[in-house]
């Protein structure tokens, strides 16, 4: 039992006294971003430093490109409801020509009006 015990009280200690990583010291005291740290890993650096630069650029040119998407959608909505008046009102000139030109056709001596037919009142003196 007192082995156990003993055991016990090592296996304490040694977790207490848990030695910690020297590149963990090194960083909390500054000492891993050194000047050399800078020297040795220049190209690394740079590496990360133009991945960055061209993910920004990436992410600028794509939301250029949604605002124009967008932009062009607006335009080519407009464009087809003006397609659709124009449609419109060709095929209502269509529908009036061939109505103008059947009623000459047939001689019935209809005439289009230009303006709204009048309503007449009568006086009831």
């Known amino acids: 039992m007192a082995e156990l015990n003993t055991q016990t ?10 030695p910690t990583p020297a590149w ?9 971003l050194s000047v050399e740290f800078f020297k040795r890993n220049a190209w ?3 590496v990360f430093v133009v991945a960055i630069l061209s993910l920004m650029g990436l992410r600028y040119k794509t939301k250029t490109k949604m605002e124009e998407i967008k932009r062009l959608t607006v335009e080519l909505q407009r464009a087809e409801s003006s397609k659709l ?11 009036e020509t061939e109505m103008k030109r059947l009623v000459e056709e047939k001689g019935l001596g209809l005439e289009f009006q230009e303006f709204p037919p009048y309503e007449l009142e009568l006086d009831k003196d």
């Open 44 to 46: 690394l650096l740079m």
């Open 24 to 32: 963990v010291a090194d960083v909390r005291y500054g000492r891993s």
């Open 85 to 95: 008046q124009g449609k419109a009102a060709y095929m209502s000139l269509i529908r």
């Open 9 to 18: 009280e090592n296996k304490k200690n040694n977790n207490q006294k848990r």
